[in-house]
Structures are given as C-alpha cells and as structure tokens.
C-alpha cells in the first residue's frame, strides 16, 4: 500500500510540475532531445552498442545451447540452432526463427 500511495504521489507531482512548465517548455525539452538523439557522435555510441550486444547475446546462444541443449525440448533446441547460422542464408540477413533479424 505505501509504494501504491508513494507511486500516486509522484504521478500527481509529475502532472502539476508539467502542466506548470505548459506547452512551450515541452516543446523545448522535446527539441533538445531530438537534437540529442540526433547527434553523430550518439548515433554511433547507439550503434556500437547495439553491435556490441548482439555479439554478446550470440556467444550467450552458444554457450547455453551448448551446455543445456541436449535437455532442452527439440523446438527450443531447433531455434538456437538457427542462431549459431547468425540468420543468414547465402550472405543475406535473414529472419530467424525467432522473427527478428541480424540488422
């Protein structure tokens, strides 16, 4: 009940405080943030690490399908499978059984 109430409060504070700053500070703020998002240098930081953990979360794939794989229902199994082919096919991304893909 108390992390209810604490949340109720902050939501309340959050509205007034926003509504206070009105229209044209959010514009402001949401400006900012676009030019933020937008900058070179975060854009490759953004990339880089999204490069990065997805070299993580397919090392993740091998060791796991490696170590419990063989306890592992064979549709599971099936699908770590296709993740050690990295979802491609002749050189092309594609999508993989999980509907994502290697972009």
């Known amino acids: 009940m108390r992390y209810k109430l604490t949340f109720v409060v902050g939501l309340a504070l959050g509205y007034v405080i ?46 796991v399908g490696d170590k419990v794989g063989d306890r592992l229902p064979s549709s599971v199994t099936d699908r770590f499978q296709t993740l050690r082919g990295n979802g491609r096919s002749n050189g092309k991304v594609a999508e993989d059984d999980w509907g994502t893909s290697n972009t």
């Open 18 to 63: 926003g509504t206070r700053a009105g229209r044209e500070r959010y514009e402001q703020l949401k400006k900012s943030a676009k030019d933020f998002s937008q900058n070179p240098a975060v854009r490759n930081a953004a990339e880089s690490a999204a490069q990065t953990g997805r070299q993580v979360a397919g090392k993740a794939a091998h060791v």
